[in-house]
């Protein structure tokens, strides 16, 4: 992020985009029926509060933070740094959970979707820096 301008308002945009795109996937071409969203799912999900659901193991301790890794990671190439962007994958988990589905919020889905992408994203983060750091040429820059 030393390199990089910070960018809070484009990384905000990105994670928007992200659920609007995974969203018209999940309606329009998959027809899922959790998808099928409206104003009032919003205020349902909102008047119900949070819930534990029992999605698969792979959903929950796999899909979720690889969803969480995508919000962390705009933040990230957006300039932020560590901290300032683990609220990006929190807000668009939050996000997702009230606005991107009719199932009510689930508690464990937030926190491994914003604690799991943080730890992944920040892995992935770090990986490409070192792969994409054209600073050094030669044996080194072939190296990494």
Known sequence: PGFNKKHPWWALMEDVGINVFVQSIDRYAFNFEYAKISPSSFWDN?????????????????????????YFNTARNNGLGFFASYPYALGGSLMWEFWGETDPPAINDVLSTSIGGAAIGEVMYRTSSLILNDSQRGMNRFLR
Do not use: E, K, R
């Open 46 to 70: 909102a008047q119900h509060g949070f819930v534990w659901d029992n999605d698969y193991f792979s959903t929950n301790q796999f899909a979720h933070p690889y969803h969480g890794n995508l």
